[in-house]
């Protein structure tokens, strides 16, 4: 009865899911809560961004300096960013240019000198809370449904954000900023299963696309929020607040996915959302039969039973099989390199040359050219356009470092090269994602993405201890402004390299068992590794 059931509703799926009326409105409420997750994810470009400083005992008189270039007399001008031990004096506290910001968590906790390494922990810790919670909100979506998961992330998402706001010491906001995660992801996969739950299978990865041009809406919004709002708990509210609006808003806009709602035997409502879906698109209704629950219980007890008596068994084959192997390894580090590389950029903002507001708006609208790329690349192929990003993005953000350290006075050059990498980053997870899900059998598909994204968890949250580094480099002859494009550049040059090797899979059935995998994609470095193994 399971297969009838899954039969039934993919159906109806197939009869009403054509995207129309219905879908494009969903898409666009779903817009809106999509873009509030990329700004809770990228404030801190704003809400941690650095502030100079200078030792408030240094010159008492002027404690209440905030332009950059005030001078104390016409031969001496003031020098920020000077730690007690370079000025011989015990600070009693910092005074600080408000000249761009007027406050952010660096200025109201003192997070300068010997605790300017705060920041970059916060930003660890929200990245490693991302690993354990998707594996555990991909249950909690499961069971509790669609509806309902996002409007309980949209009210923690609201809630976390005011609490961060009135945090009254760094400690208490590590706490709420780590958290903020938590909702961040509950939203965005939610609204993605249901919009896709409400798709014909064939038009998912376009309707999909369509709702990652949110996030880009989201980034380009923050840069006029951060211009006119300048003190970072004003932020933090402005940005908070309307998830409470679309909270209330969206127990009216959101149906329950029709497809989670057949698989927990609730089938009259169902019908009712495959209905209203019909009607808004204007077609004809189509109607599902109900499946016995009681059958449905048994059944999937059964294929449980089978999964679990077959689970050692897939693992161990999995282990032996050097194709398997060999493509999970370059997956996972793609994942690693893409990840670090996009989250490192991302966060990296605040310290690149030039204004920092139009920076993250190029940021933003530079993301939009990627995913129209993807837009127009992905019917032709997966391999040889990923690799072309890969490499080309690479070359960028070592092209960048080379221009930050020689002529780092070239700030439209440096920007330029940044911005190459960002949109190849942004455009190669796109691809990245699809093909990884295309390579591996459909027995072990989802188990082999969840562990090439867990890399992908631990690179993003390499990244901002990369991206400090420089920081603590005190040796001269180090040219410590290369090191974090550097890297990143690197691994993405070697990830384009390494999926020369993987097999192009447009056009292409998918492998459906381990059999067909180990038959159908042993190819490239994989010949290469049976061929050196033998001799």
């Not at 064939?202 to 709702?211: A, E, F, S, T």
């Not at 019908?271 to 204007?282: G, P, S």
């Not at 992908?456 to 180090?478: C, E, F, M, Q």
């Amino acid at each position: 009865m399971a297969n009838t059931e899954r039969r039934t509703i993919n159906e109806a799926l197939l009869a009403v899911g054509e995207p129309g009326k219905y879908q494009l409105l969903l898409l666009l409420f779903i817009f809106v809560p999509g873009a509030l997750t990329a700004m809770q994810t990228l404030v801190v470009v704003f809400s941690q961004a650095g502030m100079g400083y200078r030792c408030q005992d240094e010159f008492p008189a002027l404690n209440s300096t905030t332009d950059g270039n005030t001078t104390l007399n016409s031969s001496m001008m003031l020098e920020y960013n000077k730690c007690p031990e370079d000025v011989g004096l015990q600070c009693s506290g910092f005074t600080y240019n408000s000249t761009v910001f007027t406050s952010t968590i660096i200025s109201e906790f003192d997070l300068v000198c010997g605790r300017s390494w705060i920041p970059t922990y916060i930003n660890v810790f929200y990245m490693l809370i991302r690993l354990p919670a998707g594996l555990v909100l991909g249950q909690f979506i499961d069971r509790l449904g669609r509806k309902k998961a996002v409007l309980i992330g949209l009210f923690l998402q609201g809630a976390i954000g005011v609490a961060s706001a009135y945090s009254v010491n760094v400690e208490m906001y590590t706490v709420f900023r780590t958290l903020s995660a938590i909702p961040v992801i509950a939203i965005w996969d939610s609204l993605a299963t249901l919009l896709s739950e409400v798709t014909t299978p064939h038009k998912r990865p376009h309707i999909l696309m369509g709702m990652i041009f949110a996030w880009g809406t989201g980034i380009v919004a923050l840069s006029p929020f951060g211009y006119l709002i300048r003190d970072w708990r004003t932020l933090q509210m402005a940005i908070s607040v309307p998830s409470f609006i679309f909270l209330i808003a969206g127990y009216w806009m959101y149906d329950e996915s029709p497809h989670w709602l057949y698989s927990q035997g609730k089938y009259k409502e169902a019908q009712l959302v495959v209905d209203k879906i019909a009607r808004w698109n204007r077609i004809p209704s189509f109607q599902m039969s109900s499946a016995d629950p009681a059958a449905d219980g048994d059944k999937s007890e059964e294929i449980q039973d089978s999964g679990e008596s077959s689970l050692k068994n897939s693992c161990g084959r999995i282990i032996k099989s050097k194709t398997l192997m060999a493509i999970l390894a370059v997956c996972a580090f793609s994942w690693l390199a893409t990840n670090m590389g996009y989250t490192g950029l991302a966060f990296g903002l605040g310290s690149l040359a030039g204004d920092v507001y139009l920076n993250n708006l190029i940021s933003g609208v530079t993301e939009f050219f990627a995913y129209c790329i993807c837009f127009l690349v992905i019917p032709g192929g997966r391999k040889l356009i990923f690799v072309i990003l890969m490499i080309v993005g690479g070359l960028g953000l070592v092209s960048s470092a080379v221009v930050l350290d020689f002529a780092g006075h070239l700030t439209w050059l440096v920007i330029l090269t940044t911005m190459i990498g960002r949109l190849s980053l942004a455009a190669g997870w796109q691809i990245q994602y699809l093909w990884c899900l295309e390579l591996f059998p459909t027995t072990i598909r989802l188990t082999m993405v969840q562990i090439s994204m867990m890399t992908g968890h631990i690179g993003s949250a390499v990244a901002p201890i990369i991206n400090d580094l420089p920081k603590h480099i005190t040796n001269p002859t180090i040219r410590k402004n290369m090191i974090s494009p550097s890297v990143y550049g690197v691994l993405l040059i070697v990830s384009g390299l390494l999926a020369i090797y993987l097999p192009e899979t447009n056009n292409k059935a998918l492998p459906v068992s381990l059999d067909s995998e180990m038959t159908d994609t042993k190819r490239g470095f994989v010949i290469i590794m049976d061929t050196l193994l033998e001799k």
